[in-house]
């Protein structure tokens, strides 16, 4: 999330003229690649809802019904959120580079990713803070249980760990990354693990 901010607030400095980085091309070429980098943050950030929904939540609310109802609240505050910045994208696209209204429009956009960045960090830091650690009090899971709650959690981010794998952790801060590695490589699949590993480094 921080690197597509930061990405945007550089478009809203340039203004829609080029100075940025020259392998992106030209300004309407850049808010093309800049959609595609969003969209793939989009999936991510889907799948890691819908990873909650199918398999975190479940584990939750059969300890305590009730539980999870503020981050369902959450995911359906944030995810016309994220759909109306994709549109946006989408419109700049078609603007006139350098005009008023691209500027004006690139700034609703850094905006607007601003503020969802700061629904995500509130979001993570809610869940390191009460959602994880009620997720190992409510399982009290042997080994077993845990790997196959991993394996799940894979699972439905596909994506995440296929194609997207490589923008994900790249996303992520050194040590984030490394913990994230670190848990992948508890999967019983080895396969899909060397597969995983292999995208980092091809």
């Known amino acids: ?113 601003k503020s969802l960045q700061e629904h995500c960090k509130e979001h993570f830091e809610e869940e390191e803070r009460d959602l994880l650690p009620l997720m190992e009090a409510a399982a009290d899971m042997r080994k077993e249980q845990q790997e196959r709650v991993l394996e799940q959690c894979l699972d439905v981010m596909e994506g995440t760990h296929s194609h997207l794998f490589r923008f994900f952790i790249d996303g992520l801060l050194p040590q984030d990354a490394m913990q994230y590695l670190d848990l992948i490589t508890r999967c019983s699949d080895k396969e899909r693990v060397a597969s995983m590993l292999r995208m980092i480094v091809e």
């Not at 992106?24 to 989009?42: D, I, N, T, W």
């Not at 944030?78 to 759909?83: A, F, R, V």
């Open 1 to 113: 999330m921080e690197r597509v901010v930061r990405w945007g607030e550089d478009l809203v400095t340039r203004g829609g003229k080029s100075g940025g980085d020259p392998t992106v091309g030209s300004p309407r070429m850049e808010v093309r690649k800049f959609g595609r980098s969003y969209s793939q943050l989009l999936e991510v950030m889907l799948e890691h809802a819908q990873m909650e929904e199918r398999v975190v939540f479940p584990i939750l609310e059969m300890a305590d019904r009730g539980l999870c109802k503020a981050a369902n609240e959450d995911h359906a505050r944030d995810l016309p959120i994220m759909n109306g910045i994709r549109e946006d994208i989408k419109s700049i696209g078609v603007l006139d580079t350098g005009s008023p209204s691209f500027q004006e429009a690139l700034l609703s956009l850094s905006n607007r990713l």
